[in-house]
Nanobody
Framework: QVRLVESGGGLVQAGGSLRLSCTASTRSFSSYSLGWFRQAPGREREFVARISYTPGLVYYADSVKGRFTISRDNDKNTVYLQMNSLKPEDTAVYYC?????????????????WGQGTQVTVSS
């Protein structure tokens, strides 16, 4: 079992920035693909970003492309999500995920391990 712990959420004004972190308790961290999802009230959990275990392969939802950056530090067992130019519609609980199975990794169902989530609120 892999335990994922997110941090870094909070309240920020529109146009501001936040950096989320997610630390994993596993010796296999470097072999896992990692992702970030978010879920707003009354909505389904949606894909935000993914980084493969192969360095440099990153993918983003169109809604965050150019504003968010996903990165990983395998020495620290940590994945990051740098969020810039935040908008009120970015308000959600953000979850990190590990080990996508199969090719449908934009779907939450494809991911094996999840963190507990961290709240991000962007005020207008």
């Amino acid at each position: 079992q892999v335990r994922l712990v997110e941090s870094g959420g909070g309240l920020v004004q529109a146009g501001g920035s936040l950096r989320l972190s997610c630390t994993a308790s596993t010796r296999s961290f470097s072999s896992y693909s990692l992702g970030w999802f978010r879920q707003a009230p009354g909505r389904e959990r949606e894909f935000v970003a993914r980084i493969s275990y192969t360095p440099g392969l990153v993918y983003y939802a169109d809604s965050v492309k150019g504003r968010f950056t996903i990165s990983r530090d395998n020495d620290k067992n940590t994945v990051y999500l740098q969020m810039n130019s935040l908008k009120p519609e970015d308000t959600a609980v953000y979850y990190c995920a590990a080990n996508a199975r199969g090719s449908a990794w934009t779907s939450a169902a494809a991911w094996e391990f999840w963190g507990q989530g961290t709240q991000v609120t962007v005020s207008s």
